[in-house]
């Protein structure tokens, strides 16, 4: 059975191809009656209106590219919801690719995204060199989320990292802790502002930095705490790169027959929906995961639709979330 047609629905209205166009894109110049009559002979025929040709025709898509670091990370997760939900309210789609924390991936995707005509990219996180970044916010607008630095021609929504890493510092020296682990996020693009965040907090303190290698998952925190364990030098409280590097280290702990926060406090990052889970509990530095999603809509539609042609830098505060994996340190 074909589809029906504009030309079928004017037949069965009794009118012209060019009134149920009208009609169709919204023209005030149409009567009630004939707008109704249109109306109803569409829905009888089950007509759609062909929203790819009508964008074609304005040399507009409608859609947007978005890339996320990694798909099994929360944090990029619950970026994407608040992207989808703003971009819905203004009438685009998203079209979402997985970068897999592959650089040479998430260069595909960017061609891929450009392919499809996207009208805006947003990279969430990426591993993407800049130069790679700046060749396609000349081709279309783009922003960067959580990345921590500037791209030319770029936008860029973050948050102020190094805050972030003090926050959890002075948090655990305030419950009374002086021996306190940080296990880094290795490569990824976050970590050296995490790691000097903490470094410049405990110097502050007067207290000596102990940084750990880690990564970006649970998998990635366990070597570090099997290290520390063999070694005997367990300290009183750990700082991780992120919430999943916090739950690697609280099962790890958990393994070695520590408790959380009797024996050692975690404190994680991101403020996931994993942190709030009940047998987690996990004290955390907060990032505004869904205003971060809504904001990269908002400055991309300032390039479309305005026509802002200079970079604007978005620069969030971070916030501490305090749960039951962090307590005072037990007295010896």
Known sequence: MSRPTMETVAEHAGVSRALVSLVMNN????????????????????????????????????TLGMIINDIHNPFFAEVVYG?????????????????????????????????????????????????DIVRASAVVPTVVVAS???????????????????????????LGHTDIVHIDGAANISSRARSHGYEKAMRSLGLEPRTLRGGDDEADAEAAIVDLAETDSMPTAIFAFNDLVAAGALSTLEAAGLRVPDDVSVVGYDNTFIAELNHMSLTTINQPRHQMGQLAIRTVLERIEDNRTEPTHIDLAPTLSVRRSTAPPRKA
């Open 27 to 62: 023209s005030s110049k149409v009567s009630e009656t004939k707008r109704q009559a249109v109306l109803h002979a569409a829905e009888q025929l089950g007509y759609r209106p062909n929203l790819h040709a009508r964008n074609l025709a304005q040399a507009r898509t409608k």
């Open 148 to 174: 921590g630095r500037d791209y030319p021609g770029a936008d860029t929504i973050t948050t102020d990292e190094e805050r972030g890493a003090a926050l959890a510092v002075q948090h655990l020296v305030q």
């Open 83 to 131: 992207v989808e939900a703003a971009a819905d309210d203004y009438g685009f789609d998203v079209l979402i690719l997985n970068g897999g924390r592959d650089a040479e991936r998430e260069r595909r995707a960017v061609e891929t995204h450009l392919q499809f005509q996207v009208e805006a990219l947003i990279l969430v996180g990426p591993k993407l060199d800049d130069d």
